[in-house]
């Protein structure tokens, strides 16, 4: 599994962040990124997806299975 945040759409709500520290990064503002290049271990595939079910902005995406 392969996910993506939407630079355009990510407020800086950081709920990703705090949900899934291993999967994501979040800058002086906030902002979030995706750690290892977006890919997700077979073992945090369950928080990515609360990841994505929680963001506000709808910013993240699954780009692969
Ligand atoms: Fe941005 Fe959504 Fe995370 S707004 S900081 S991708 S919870």
Do not use: K, W
């Not at 630079?7 to 899934?20: E, K, L, N, T, W």
């Not at 999967?23 to 290892?36: E, I, K, N, P």
């Not at 928080?47 to 780009?63: F, M, Q, T, V, Y």
């Amino acid at each position: 599994m392969r996910i993506r945040i939407d630079p355009d759409r990510c407020q800086g709500h950081s709920r990703c962040y705090a949900i899934a520290p291993d999967l994501f990064d979040v800058d002086d503002y906030g902002t979030a990124t995706v750690r290892h290049d977006g890919h997700v271990p077979a073992d945090l595939e369950e928080s990515a997806r609360l990841a994505i079910r929680n963001c506000p902005e709808h910013a993240i995406g699954i780009i692969a299975r």
